[in-house]
């Protein structure tokens, strides 16, 4: 059969036409640490700026995420609230090659709902005069062990231990303390706090030298369909827009002073 030259420039046109619906397609599944839920819309849609790639975020702890991602799940990138987990899946080969970046240095503070609760120097921590006092699960989120550093740190680890109700992950602990069933809660400084100002309440940024720092890796999982999707994306974390975001949201993109 021959083709004559308009069915092959029609052919041409379709052709065009799928390759460009096929990049539009084209879409990344990212696991995200629950800390980072706020910073990561602000990212997404950023990045939704200047790309078609359709974005699908799963927000939870980096404990549960990372068993889910063992399990099989089907994500392209992981980005966790710490080193450790994307460093085991490393060891199990279940990740790119090379693709690990520290993504931001996350922030910890004392945070209550009110807003005359905690002073410039935490007083209320030290006086025991508060109920609850929420902390995210250290067995599960990085900032759960880095609140535990801070209690050690200043010596009430045993004195607070009492009044301690721990979540899930970091998302819940910030619902504790919004919610006012519990009087005050270490939180991820991203979640009360953007571009400078305090969203409610009242708080104490808890100084990095009580604390083992908290740096937050990422990497592009082996099983992913996008590698490419993924690295580009991974590169836009990096970008001066994107660095610009993090530290909105009082992530550091290095070692806090």
């Known amino acids: ?54 974005l699908r975020v799963s927000y939870g702890s980096s404990g549960k995420l990372y068993a889910q991602i063992v399990n099989g799940a089907p994500f392209d990138i992981f980005l966790s609230a710490d080193q450790h987990k994307p460093q085991t899946l ?7 090659p090379n693709s690990r970046l520290t993504y931001a240095y996350g922030a910890l503070a004392l945070w209550s709902a009110s ?26 989120a990085p900032y759960g062990l880095a609140t535990l550093d801070t209690l050690e740190s200043l010596g009430l680890l045993d ?13 819940q602990t910030y619902q504790f303390v919004a919610t006012k069933n519990a009087d005050i809660g270490f939180v991820a400084l991203s979640q009360i706090k953007y571009q400078g100002k305090l969203s409610n309440g009242s708080a104490w940024i808890v100084p990095s030298a009580l604390h083992r720092p908290i740096k937050q890796d990422g990497v592009v999982l082996a099983r992913s369909n996008n590698k490419e999707g993924a690295s580009h994306f991974m590169r836009f974390l ?7 975001i993090l530290r909105d949201f009082g992530y550091q993109q290095g070692p806090a002073s």
Not at 90 to 96: A, V
Not at 115 to 139: E, M, R, T, V
């Open 1 to 54: 059969m021959v083709i004559k030259p308009l069915q092959m420039r029609y052919l041409a046109v379709l052709f065009t036409l799928c390759f460009i619906n096929s990049i539009k397609a084209e879409s990344l599944t990212i696991a995200v640490a629950s800390n980072f839920n706020l910073a990561m819309q602000h990212l997404v849609d950023a990045y939704k700026q200047t790309n078609d790639t359709e």
């Open 90 to 96: 490393i060891d199990q080969q279940l990740t790119e």
């Open 115 to 140: 807003a005359d609760a905690i002073d410039a120097n935490a007083n209320i921590l030290f006086s025991g005069q508060y109920n609850k006092l929420a902390l995210a699960n250290p067995k599960l």
């Open 159 to 171: 004195a607070s231990r009492s009044h301690w109700v721990q979540g899930e992950n970091i998302s």
């Open 238 to 244: 990096q970008s001066p827009e994107a660095l610009s």
